[in-house]
């Protein structure tokens, strides 16, 4: 196994954000670790899950196709995300560290924490990512977004190997030009504007940046994160006095397609909603923001050489 002193930090992050990359990930970075520890609550900072851990590393995929802003949101909610893609990367990037460098590492899970509940991660994901560079927190519910990239989908992994960190972006990328003169002429965002149940308020300040952001999670989630849905519906299976009553709970049209989803294993069975974000210029039309705009990017530099 290799020691420490024989491993050059700078050349090992080159190499594991260059994996990450050739894997499929648009961005990658690594975050402070004593910035995280002094951010996240207890019981959620990086040494809580890994203690001897020395590096966080944020990785972030690429959203929707730029295709999927054009179609209704009944059919948006089918297509999901590519979170998983992410996760996947992570979980060989983890791998790669331990097999290349020698040093421990772990995909960082996730998912909600069982002693904190289903809205309650094990670990902040947003926060990683944040403070490595690849992101920043919007108008929209704090989802962060990327200047180039736009709306992204992001994963971490600790290894007790100690890399350089990266800083967090200099500049927000949110509000747009565009947002702001909105929010000149209406008082809204599109973002704020066009949110089904109006869970999003803000200010944007003078300077033209975010002022204050303000998120309604619970009218959020009534509509979009309903992890309580599928066994509130068999409690009222199981409590129903009559078969009609059970089989209506059961067989409801809007429950019916709750069952089709979770046979179907559609990855959009949670967080369907993605109103603001097909509202929202930077994360549809940023740079390199889908396969499409990235696609002509690269014709444009091919055509260049």
Same mark, same amino acid.
């Given at each position: ?49 890994m203690p001897r851990v020395k590096s966080v ?26 979170e998983t893609r992410a996760y996947k990367i ?126 309604? &999670?619970? %009218? +959020? ?9 599928? /066994?509130?519906?068999?409690?009222? @299976?199981? #409590? $129903? ?35 603001? &974000?097909? %509202? +929202? ?9 889908? /396969?499409?705009?990235?696609?002509? @990017?690269? #014709? $444009? ?5």
């Amino acid at each position: 196994m290799k020691r420490s002193r024989d491993i050059d930090p700078i050349a090992a992050k080159a190499a594991i954000l260059d994996y990450c990359r050739r894997k499929g990930a648009l961005a990658a970075g690594v975050a402070d670790l004593a910035a995280i520890e002094r951010i996240a609550p207890p019981g959620h900072r990086p040494k809580d899950l890994m203690p001897r851990v020395k590096s966080v590393i944020a990785l972030g995929v690429g959203g929707q196709t730029q295709g999927a802003w054009t179609v209704p949101a009944k059919a948006l909610g089918y297509f999901g995300s590519t979170e998983t893609r992410a996760y996947k990367i992570a979980y060989g990037c983890a791998f790669f560290i331990e097999q290349k460098f020698g040093f421990r590492s772990v995909y960082c899970p996730p998912d909600m924490d069982p002693d904190g509940g289903p809205r309650v991660p094990l670990q902040s994901l947003k926060l990683h990512a944040e403070l490595a560079g690849i992101g920043a927190r919007s108008l929209a519910g704090d989802i962060l977004l990327h200047p180039e990239y736009g709306y992204m989908y992001f994963a971490s992994v600790f290894t007790e190997l100690e890399l350089p960190p990266d800083q967090p972006m200099a500049d927000n990328p949110c509000p747009a030009p565009s947002c702001v003169a909105m929010y000149r002429s209406i008082g809204q965002t599109p973002c704020m504007k066009f949110c089904p149940v109006q869970c999003l308020t803000g200010e944007v300040g003078e300077d033209g940046k975010q002022k204050v952001m303000r998120y309604d &999670m619970a %009218a +959020c989630s009534e509509m979009s994160q309903q992890y309580e849905t599928v /066994p509130t519906r068999i409690v009222e @299976a199981i #409590r $129903a006095e009559t078969e009609a009553e059970r089989e209506d709970a059961l067989f409801d049209p809007d429950n019916k397609m709750l069952w089709y989803k979770v046979s179907a294993g559609s990855g959009g069975w949670f967080a369907q909603c993605f109103e603001c &974000m097909r %509202a +929202c210029p930077i994360a549809t039309k940023a740079p390199l923001a889908d /396969p499409l705009l990235r696609g002509q @990017a690269q #014709r $444009a530099a091919a055509e260049k050489k």
